[in-house]
């Protein structure tokens, strides 16, 4: 709860983090923004470690949240100088950043007492890092002479995973529980303190739990790791498939302007131009995606490195103060969205029997075949565009066209379809698309549920004229019952008991309708529902009291 919960991450100064408390380092950390030596660094929302005045001078630069939002008065948002990520610091701005265990423990402990030598071994009773000579001290004097000391054989031994971590709202209590309500680590005065009547446990029983839920995002991340550098892969091979293919189209176009003399040499030099331009644009592109690809996959190298160290070097503790930032950006990593397919293809054609117009007073012939589709210059056809019956198979057709509004005569577009109930969010349609070859593309379906729907047509990526649009789904086409006569007194053979759904009767006693009688409506119509023409649906009997009569008139 916010009453009790108490500034953890970020419980000190940055000048006094609690890595620094009893010794430090015999080799220290160093910023790798500034590059200066740091014993105390303080870890970024994006998993990367700052030094206390890189952090200062992010705390300056950073700008709080619009106005109107509920943290515009603590919120603020910060680049981080090693990734220029957008990264959002605590409401009490650096100082409540979690220090960086990680990083600390990759150095060699220092001893507590002297402060000089490398620490060998540990004191179990008062849990101080000793080096030989002041282990050899401690067994000597009076006080100490009966504590146990172990040597220090591990690297996680060796490093600051060891060390006990202090509380700061207590600063001479141990913190070994950790608070289920609050979800931070407390200490034994912290239970009778702020953190009275919350659920709790001793730190080394929750943290398998915690660890656990890291180690499955980490198994996540890293198998887009792995689908990341497949797609990188693909991108540089599609690369040189565009290279080899450019340079294959160029020797086919030397090839041909050969036999022209000067005509066809300028020809061939205009049509390498343009060639080499559409290369350009491809590889542009190719290398856009790729560099956003490469961002992301070394941001996600980053976190995967980073929690693999957090959780094979570090202490139940430190595993739980940052499992928190850990595990927010790892979710934010593996919520990017990417396309696993390179953004461009390679097909670059050239047709030597194309007209290409006059050049130095010959007519020349070449020319590359770029056609570009233009969405928004594709249109959709049909009879019944935006009606469709339920459970009945419906259709439409749509036509590609290029630039200049010209159809492009090829398939192979990349076409998506989408269709989508308005009310319903879990009922779709699923359409299949055909490709015929020429440009057009036919586009069925089957509406399973009545109402309104929702239709997007998408030429790669893009929407296409008159997409989005409504469809009108309507009930399954029903069918007439009855029987299509020229009056109930023909149909039922003179049967007084007959009625027809038009409402007209005769006079001696007979329910249905005659010619010329009253109510018939003069022309032949429906028994089951009184409509006239012959091919329509049919809308019900009038009230059920009719019913039985109507389907006796339906059978006779």
Partial sequence: CSDCRGPFTGFVPLAACPAERGGGMSS??????????????????????????????????????????????????????????????????????????????????????????????????CGAALCPFCRQAHRRQKKTASHAVTELESSKDCSQAGRPLFCPSHPSEELRLFCEQCDQPVCRDCVVDRHRQHPYDLASNVVHRHGDSLRMLLESTQQRVSTLEDVLSQIDGMGSAVRVRAEAVATEICLFASGYVKAIEEHRDRLLKQLEDLKVQKENLLQLQKAQLQQLLLDMRTGVEFTERLLTSGSDLEILITKGVVASRLAKLNSVAYSTRPSVDDNIQFSPQERAGQCCGYEVYGAILNKVVDPAKCTLHGEDL?????????????????????????????????????????????????DNGDGTYHVSYSPEEPGLYAVCVCVKGQHVQGSPFTLTVKNKFRKHPGVFHCCTFCSSGGQKAARCACGGTMPGGYQGCGHGHKGHPGCPHWSCCGQVTKSSECLGPPNDSSQRSLLRTVAL
Wanted: aromatic share 2%.
């Fill in 28 to 125: 220290a950390w160093r910023c790798p923004a500034c590059a200066e030596p740091c014993a105390a660094p303080r870890l970024l929302p994006c998993l990367h470690s700052l030094c206390a005045p890189c952090l200062r001078r992010l705390g300056t630069l950073g700008e709080p949240a619009r106005a109107g939002t509920a943290t515009a008065a603590a919120a603020i948002t910060v680049l981080c100088p090693l990734c220029d990520a957008e990264v959002s610091l605590p409401p009490g701005g650096v100082g409540q950043l979690p220090p960086d265990y990680v990083a600390l423990g990759r150095g060699r402990l220092g001893c507590d007492l002297c402060a000089e030598g490398a620490a060998v071994g540990r004191c179990q009773t």
């Fill in 386 to 434: 935006c009606i469709a019956r339920q459970n009945e198979l419906t259709g439409f057709t749509l036509l590609c066209n290029d630039t200049t509004g010209e159809q492009m005569g090829r398939g192979g577009e990349s076409v998506r379809v989408t269709i989508t109930h308005k009310d319903k969010k879990d009922c779709a349609v699923k359409p299949t698309v055909c």
